[in-house]
């Protein structure tokens, strides 16, 4: 059974006669730290009228900005998230905006220990995805449960890239920690696993039709007969 070190390297591999698809960033997840901890953020929003917090429903402040177009929380620990940036430069430039809205505001806080943690791709392909012949050469590193969702789970495991594959084609690629490291990996993953799995003689991308034409027995007379024996 293949497994994920299998996969090539980007440099290993050769071009396949498909075009690869680029990977678009749909978001770029961050982290830092304020440099105060125990925030009293009831106190704090009441003087930070920009601010959106309700304790009952989550345990962390909002604050929302236009430009770029992120979104924060604050953390009574003194972190903060900041998720929707598209880039990793965007999301420091957040990160810092947000810094200097809160020492407007009046607020001792600082900017330190600014971490990328995650960043979300996506793409597609113009064909369909053979997922169960996929899941069944690469179960080890598969999850892949039909009735429950229909998209195929792959994932590597260094560095921890997870692949979530549908059988139209469209694909989201999380786990990343640089851009680089994300299109990197995705190059060896298309040119090594992938186009072995593309279902070019079939027009079918329907998840339900898929899942349904796989369940479907045969119910043909050699079905019966076999079933007698």
Same mark, same amino acid.
């Given at each position: 059974?293949?497994?994920?070190?299998?996969?090539?390297?980007?440099?290993?591999?050769?071009?396949?006669?498909?075009?690869?698809?680029?990977?678009?960033?749909?978001?770029?997840?961050?982290?830092?730290?304020?440099?105060?901890?125990?925030?009293?953020?009831?106190?704090?929003?009441?003087?930070?009228?920009?601010?959106?917090?309700?304790?009952?429903?989550?345990?962390?402040?909002?604050?929302?900005?236009?430009?770029?177009?992120?979104?924060?929380?604050?953390?009574?620990?003194?972190?903060?998230?900041?998720?929707?940036?598209?880039?990793?430069?965007?999301? /420091? $430039?957040?990160?810092?905006?947000? +810094?200097?809205? =809160?020492? @407007? &505001? #009046?607020?001792? *806080?600082?900017?330190?220990?600014?971490?990328?943690?995650?960043?979300?791709?996506?793409?597609?392909?113009?064909?369909?995805?053979?997922?169960?012949?996929?899941?069944?050469?690469?179960?080890?590193?598969?999850?892949?449960?039909?009735?429950?969702?229909?998209?195929?789970?792959? /994932? $590597?495991?260094?560095?921890?890239? +997870?692949?979530? =594959?549908? @059988? &139209? #084609?469209?694909? *989201?690629?999380?786990?990343?920690?640089?851009?680089?490291?994300?299109?990197?990996?995705?190059?060896?993953?298309?040119?090594?696993?992938?186009?072995?799995?593309?279902?070019?003689?079939?027009?079918?991308?329907?998840?339900?039709?898929?899942?349904?034409?796989?369940?479907?027995?045969?119910?043909?007379?050699?079905?019966?007969?076999?079933? =007698?024996?």
């Amino acid at each position: 059974m293949a497994t994920t070190e299998q996969i090539p390297d980007a440099s290993e591999v050769t071009a396949p006669d498909l075009k690869m698809p680029e990977i678009e960033v749909q978001n770029v997840v961050s982290t830092f730290f304020l440099g105060v901890k125990n925030l009293d953020l009831k106190s704090i929003c009441s003087q930070c009228k920009f601010l959106e917090f309700n304790p009952h429903k989550f345990a962390a402040a909002t604050v929302r900005l236009k430009e770029p177009r992120t979104t924060a929380l604050i953390f009574g620990s003194g972190n903060m998230v900041c998720t929707g940036a598209k880039t990793a430069r965007a999301s /420091r $430039l957040a990160c810092r905006q947000c +810094v200097n809205v =809160l020492q @407007r &505001s #009046g607020l001792q *806080v600082g900017f330190s220990n600014f971490k990328v943690q995650n960043i979300v791709g996506s793409t597609g392909l113009d064909v369909p995805i053979n997922l169960v012949r996929l899941h069944e050469e690469y179960g080890a590193n598969c999850s892949y449960e039909p009735e429950l969702f229909p998209g195929l789970i792959f /994932r $590597l495991k260094h560095p921890k890239i +997870v692949y979530l =594959l549908f @059988r &139209s #084609g469209r694909l *989201v690629v999380t786990g990343a920690k640089t851009e680089r490291e994300l299109k990197k990996f995705w190059k060896g993953f298309y040119d090594g696993v992938l186009v072995h799995y593309m279902d070019v003689n079939s027009t079918l991308r329907c998840s339900s039709e898929y899942r349904y034409k796989n369940q479907k027995k045969d119910y043909s007379i050699k079905y019966f007969y076999d079933a =007698l024996q």
